[in-house]
């Protein structure tokens, strides 16, 4: 073969090896799984570009419920967890599954419905009493239905009354948040939601927000690395670094800094900053 064409045959042979632009990128990334609230609430949006920007880890974000997102931990296929259902992070953590959990922040769930509330949610005194009236009404309600934190809050709340509901207005969509706020829009349904979600689409909906504030609607998130003695192939580091990053004084002050509407959405829970507006 002429030297001429054996250098082009090289330089097409490498060309058609060489992966995909980025694909480089995408495959050292650090995969986090969290949940719906995180990312259409923009929190990861507003977030993330700082970490990247002082460590140089990219992160790429798999937005799921929390049961979904503890699931693909399990079998090693995301590096770190950011959810919100504690009696399932503490499942995570007691089976071995996942190190280093570090509650970072907190926000609180509302109860959103049609304007004219029907069943009177925006009576009652606490979450409880407001899931009474719905169910005394047999009124509308959609579900997340997919084991996320929201609908294992929404289960505890229906099992405080000692109900299961099961009418025909009673909906489990198996959708994240923001779909789940569009689709109680369209059937006038009440709804169990983040605070941060429902902002984020009160521009897109006529639901009103009917109950807020009341104790039982805290709600606080965990940050987990996978155990990489279970899945040694996690990017176990890149890990430790976000949850350090994001339990330090300047990642608390960016989480309280983030707003939608002027609010303050997630309020840090492990650096004390300014806080306005805090839920209880």
């Given amino acids: 073969m002429r030297p001429r064409f ?12 060489a992966p995909p632009r980025g694909a480089l990128g995408a495959e050292s990334a650090l995969r986090l799984a969290t949940t719906t609230s995180t990312e259409n609430s ?15 880890i990219e992160v790429h974000v798999i937005a799921t419920g929390t049961g979904a997102a503890l699931a693909l931990a399990r079998r090693g296929d995301v590096d770190v967890v950011l959810v919100h259902s504690p009696p399932d992070e503490a ?4 089976e071995g599954s996942g190190v280093q959990r570090r509650e970072v922040m907190a926000n609180d769930f509302v109860i959103a419905g049609p304007a004219d509330d029907p069943a009177g949610v925006s009576k009652a005194g606490s979450a409880v009493e407001a899931f009474r009236a719905i169910a005394g ?3 509308p309600f959609i579900s997340r239905g997919d084991k996320s934190g929201t609908h294992v809050k929404e289960r505890a709340l229906w099992a405080g009354l000692g109900l299961e ?3 025909p207005g009673y909906i489990e969509a198996g959708q994240g948040m923001g779909a789940c706020l569009v689709l109680a829009d369209e059937k006038g349904a009440y709804l169990l939601t983040d605070r941060g979600t429902f902002l ?11 109950h807020q504030g009341s104790a039982d609607l805290w709600n606080p998130y965990g940050i987990i690395a996978t155990n990489p003695a279970k899945s040694p192939l996690v990017r176990f580091a890149q890990a430790s670094r976000l949850i350090q990053w994001m339990t330090s004084p300047k990642g608390q002050e960016l989480i309280h800094s983030f707003r939608v509407h002027g609010k303050v959405l997630f309020f840090p829970t492990v650096v004390s900053v300014q806080e306005e507006g805090r839920a209880p």
Avoid: D, H, N
Wanted: proline share 4%.
């Fill in 200 to 210: 984020a689409y009160q521009s897109k909906i006529r639901l009103g927000l009917l």
């Fill in 137 to 139: 009404q047999r009124a």
């Fill in 6 to 17: 054996f250098c082009l045959f090289c330089f097409v042979f490498l060309l058609w090896m």
């Fill in 91 to 94: 499942r995570f953590v007691g």
């Fill in 165 to 167: 509901p099961s009418w």
């Fill in 42 to 56: 923009g929190l990861l949006a507003y977030l993330l570009p700082f970490f990247t920007k002082e460590t140089g």
